[in-house]
């Protein structure tokens, strides 16, 4: 029973984050979001008995891909443009 909510409760979380990185106009806090939706991601793997994917998981799409993003938006600019 405990499982089956720590299930939920993940997959809630991965559809509210994956809409958060939509609905975000501002590019860190959707960059922010999208490093979340990758740790769930790694957690939901956890959950389902697949440690070695949610270790790499958690090391590149966590970790190196959200600080290849923070890097790349500190050279731009951080708001998207409302008119376009």
């Given at each position: ?53 949610a270790i ?29």
């Open positions: 029973m405990i499982e089956m909510l720590a299930h939920i409760l993940v997959l809630a979380g991965l559809v509210i984050s994956a809409l958060l990185v939509f609905y975000f106009r501002d590019l860190m806090a959707a960059a922010l979001a999208s490093g979340f939706f990758s740790f769930l991601i790694s957690l939901e793997f956890y959950i389902l008995q697949a440690p070695d994917v790499s998981q958690a090391g590149i799409g966590a970790g190196l891909t959200t600080a290849i993003f923070i890097i790349a938006i500190r050279g731009t600019q951080r708001y998207e443009e409302a008119g376009k």
